[in-house]
Nanobody, 124 residues
Framework: VQLVESGGGLAQAGGSLRLSCAAS????????IGWFRQAPGKEREGVSC????????FTADSVRGRFTTSSDNSKTTLYLQMNDLKLEDTAVYYC??????????????????WGQGTLVTVSS
């Protein structure tokens, strides 16, 4: 399994970036896949996760309405369109494969394979 993220970089607050995650080595339709991020000095957090079995894309409250997750099965690629970026969106963004699910009205994840990450820096 290989996951390669791209599209990170520097953006101004209020601006946009689009991340891509090119996946290979597994059946793209069969595995849940999502975006996670880790800001400096903070724990890694889930941004979004595409549950293939349910067809639902879980999205963190902190980015809902600003970030959109989509996938292209023909290209086995996951995307994260990030609009209205905020300073607190600065982080290394990772793509990961595994399992995402709902428990007690909260979405959780158990990912087993991670990409190398791509840095997103938002400036004022």
């Amino acid at each position: 399994v290989q996951l390669v993220e791209s599209g990170g970089g520097l953006a101004q607050a209020g601006g946009s970036l689009r991340l891509s995650c090119a996946a290979s080595g597994f059946r793209f339709d069969d595995r849940d896949i999502g975006w996670f991020r880790q800001a400096p000095g903070k724990e890694r957090e889930g941004v979004s996760c595409f549950s293939k079995r349910s067809g639902i894309i879980f999205t963190a409250d902190s980015v809902r309405g600003r970030f959109t997750t989509s996938s292209d099965n023909s290209k086995t690629t996951l995307y994260l369109q990030m609009n209205d970026l905020k300073l607190e969106d600065t982080a290394v963004y990772y793509c990961a494969v595994g399992l995402c699910f709902v428990s007690d009205d909260e979405w959780l994840s158990d990912m087993d394979t991670w990409g190398q990450g791509t840095l997103v820096t938002v400036s004022s």
